[in-house]
């Protein structure tokens, strides 16, 4: 399947980390299947060429400064959301908490407790504000669907990545539980698990890593790093109503590594 065989037009799309990588190709993948969508990030300079690309896609875009550790802030995004899609129109049908940062490699005796706190506290306590004020948009409503950014560290222990591992472990429980707290109001909420991605985040990543970039190659069994593009058809199926079924899940996309 690709982005394009899932239509949302009519419909809107709210992404966090949308600045660049897999955020900013997954809002243009939103943008191009019809749906309007509403950027989240820090980055006001990112945002303003996401922005672009998605209206340039053939969608309407909102750019929101936006940082997911504080609930007002998002709390703020997601209130513009609604007064910019909605209320005559669907304000909210689906929504993508993607916002991440990567941690050196390095033993976990080693890693300094402020590192481990910027980490998990982006990428897993960030969710949490995203879905508690995505979830009151969807149910006035009558449902939407939600897909947390896991990884492939988030079903396997990965050599000097103990911040990241805790951080995306943790994305599956809330995800799993929360599914079941609004599967009978039309709520769907899943995750979606990349593998290694060439994005900016994993060229810093293989930085630090030793053998650098080939290493991370050498550890795909497909012989080549994912594209941003394959982790937004998968994130605009389990969006779709072709996954009208598919809610609790963590979907691994990541060419054999965990296998």
Known sequence: MTASNATFTGRAAFVTGARSGIGRTTAVAFARAGARVALA???????RETARLVEEAGGRALALTCDVTSEDDVKSALGDTF??????DAA???????AGVEQPVKPAADSAKDEWDRVVGVSLTGMFPCMKHQIPLMLRQGGGAIVNAS???GVKGFKGQSAYAAAKHGVIGPTRSTALDYAASGIRVNAVCPGIVDTEMIQRFAESTPGGPDALIADEPVGRLGTPD???????????????FATGHALVVDGGQTV
């Open 41 to 47: 990030d820090l980055s006001a300079h990112g945002l």
């Open 151 to 153: 990884s492939g560290a």
């Open 83 to 88: 007064q910019a899609f909605g209320p005559l």
């Open 92 to 98: 909210l049908d689906a929504a993508f908490n993607n």
């Open 230 to 244: 394959a982790i937004a058809a998968a994130v605009l199926w389990l969006c779709s109503d072709a996954a009208s």
